[in-house]
């Protein structure tokens, strides 16, 4: 799909496309292709291709706090902190779902979303 047809269906401006698909191909979820049939691409398949994954690589961990991290060393309360429980399961809620959805579950979505509409006159 070109960038132009693709800015058009998204209703957003190309240029911030342009820097969205730029990002996504050095993530490696898309490629793009030169000439009169070029355009952008999926570099796998949408099956393939996790919510999280791309939120990860464009946003980086997605821990609602710093200290979830199990790695974390900047607070020394942080083994009788009564909240780190609760953001290790808000983590763990977050993850479940971006990890189990696809691209390719987002436009089964969309396409059930299309056929439940009824225009009548």
Known sequence: MTISDLASRAEIPV???????????????????????????LARAPS???VGDVI?????????????????KGCTDVYKCVF???WA??????SLI?????FE???NRTKKQKQGLVYSI
Do not use: H, M, W
């Not at 240029?15 to 691409?41: A, D, N």
């Not at 971006?98 to 696809?102: M, S």
């Open 15 to 41: 240029k911030f496309l342009e820097q969205v698909l730029l990002e996504l191909k050095r993530g490696g979820f898309v490629e793009s292709r030169r000439g009169k049939i070029g355009g952008y691409l």
């Open 48 to 50: 393939l291709i996790t």
């Open 56 to 72: 990860r690589f464009i946003e980086g961990p997605i821990e609602p706090i710093a200290c979830v991290d199990k790695n974390y």
């Open 84 to 86: 780190k429980p609760l």
């Open 89 to 94: 399961d808000i983590a763990k809620s977050t």
């Open 98 to 102: 971006i990890d189990t959805v696809t």
């Open 105 to 107: 579950d987002l436009v």
